[in-house]
């Protein structure tokens, strides 16, 4: 049977290098048919986080569940069921879109290659030049083959890094729609931003990372940027002695 989850848990997890503190005790909660910010300053912790999501890296304390199990209990069908979206889109330029997805398909081991790449091309809007380099594509092309490239093996939740930076208008916006289409359809979608604009009328919650540390917004009233505003600030208050 396919491993599959409806939900993330994310139990006081740290991580240190060295001396340094990338993440303390961070806890939260992902679920189905919803999209979490990951928001905060360059260097607080978003990236990390995403990666020991993505089991990249493994936490120095606490634990993550994927329903009931954790990514060892889960063992290998669990990468079966993560997509991601890092900084580098992991395209190939001197290959045609077709090509990147069919390479792609192959290594995630769908069945139908060809033909689960044909879908993604005309879900990321590019049937047209399918059959043309990447290295020609604009970065709003290149980030919406990325997207479907995380998409060809159906995960359950997707994790994207900055989806939206480099990106025109037309092209967020179009990225804005595609990841509501995944939310429907019952997909865990965690995505770090800068961009409170565009995540204003996306994010069903968000949580500000500090210094390594979490709080979540309060969904209730006002704008995103003022809502991370006031949470910047608590985030910046020092934490109580024990």
Do not use: W
Request: contains cysteine; charged residues 25%; proline residues 4%.
């Amino acid at each position: 049977m396919r491993f599959d989850f409806d939900c993330v848990h994310v139990r006081d997890v740290s991580r240190h290098y060295g001396r340094r503190r990338a993440l303390s005790r961070v806890s939260l909660e992902c679920r189905g048919g919803e999209v979490l910010g990951l928001l905060g300053p360059n260097g607080a912790g978003k990236s990390t986080l995403l990666s020991i999501l993505a089991t990249l890296i493994t936490p120095s304390s606490g634990e993550v569940r994927y329903g009931t199990a954790t990514a060892t209990q889960a063992g290998a069908g669990l990468r079966g069921r993560l997509g991601l979206l890092a900084h580098d889109l992991h395209l190939y330029p001197e290959l045609t879109a077709r090509e990147n997805l069919v390479f792609f398909a192959r290594l995630y081991g769908v069945a139908d290659p060809q033909g689960c790449a044909r879908l993604a091309l005309g879900r990321a809007g590019l049937e047209e030049r399918a059959d043309d380099f990447v290295a020609a594509f604009s970065r709003g092309m290149r980030q919406r083959l990325a997207l479907e490239r995380a998409l060809l093996h159906d995960p359950r939740l997707l994790l994207l890094d900055e989806p939206f930076t480099g990106l025109d208008d037309t092209s967020a916006a179009t990225l804005v729609r595609r990841l509501k289409e995944l939310r429907a359809q019952g997909r865990i979608v965690v995505l770090a931003t800068h961009d409170l604009d565009v995540a204003e009328g996306l994010l069903d919650r968000a949580a500000v990372l500090r210094d390594g540390r979490l709080v979540t917004i309060d969904n209730s009233h006002g704008p995103l940027r003022e809502r991370y505003r006031m949470h910047v600030a608590a985030v910046q208050a020092p934490a109580p002695k024990a």
